[in-house]
């Protein structure tokens, strides 16, 4: 089964930046919504934020408070976590996530993740 | 938003054995848009059931959901090598999309 694949994660600084990739195969990619899922270490799944199909509708996690911003561009297949002030709080491995609409419908293909560690 | 509690937190189980699995949502999922994940270290994790009852696609029958409302299981009977892992429950009724903290299936 195809799935998809981030890349992007790394070591970052607190205080800095780092944007994250996903690349979705073209099957799924379209009409899709597509997700960021984060899990920090020793800890549970916790969902980021969504994005639909043609990027007219956004959303995502209150606690977050506009740190992330999700993204895709439609004609590359791609989805994108632009993620600034990180924390070590942060630190996590995320991983993007596809479901067939915007609320109505589980996450049916996952990747393997992108760890980012925030450490100085 | 809806809360997710799942338990136990770890089942000691051996291969063969069954495996019985909760979800408790509060508030209520009244959709019953509620599915279950299993997620090995290093893996993508895979969803198994949604709709609190329905297999996903390539699921074996020893897989089975149950619940509706604010009570959820999953059952795996006759357990093989391959099931140990841990599972989690989400329900996808609305946002924020939300899941409980897993339980550890281990042998």
């Known amino acids: 089964q195809e799935q998809l694949v981030e890349s992007g994660g790394g070591v970052v600084q607190p205080g800095g930046s780092l944007r994250l990739s996903c690349t979705v195969p073209?099957?799924?990619?379209?009409?899709?919504?597509l997700h960021w899922v984060r899990q920090a270490p020793g800890k549970g799944l916790e969902w980021v934020a969504v994005?639909?199909?043609?990027?007219?509708?956004?959303y995502s996690a209150d606690s977050l408070k506009g740190r992330f911003t999700i993204s895709r561009d439609t004609s590359k297949n791609t989805l994108f976590l632009k993620m600034t002030s990180l924390s070590a709080d942060d630190t996590a491995v995320y991983y993007c996530a596809k479901s067939s609409t915007m609320s109505t419908s589980p996450f049916d293909h996952w990747g393997q993740g992108t760890l980012v560690t925030v450490s100085s | 938003e809806i809360v997710l509690t799942q338990s136990p937190d770890t089942l000691s189980l051996s291969p063969g054995e069954s495996a019985t699995l909760f979800c408790r949502a509060s508030?209520?999922?009244?959709?019953?848009?509620l599915a279950w994940y299993q997620h090995k270290p290093g893996h993508a994790p895979r969803l198994v059931m949604f709709a609190a009852t329905s297999r996903a696609s390539g699921i074996p029958d020893r897989f089975s959901g149950s619940g509706s409302g604010t009570n959820f299981t999953l059952t795996i009977s006759r357990l093989e090598p391959e099931d140990f892992a841990v599972f989690y429950c989400?329900?996808?009724?609305?946002?924020?999309?939300?899941f409980g903290h897993g339980t550890r299936v281990e042998i």
């Open positions: 994005i639909s199909f043609d990027g007219s509708k956004i």
């Open positions: 508030p209520l999922v009244t959709t019953n848009y």
């Open positions: 989400q329900q996808y009724q609305g946002t924020p999309r939300t």
């Open positions: 073209s099957f799924i990619s379209k009409y899709s919504f």
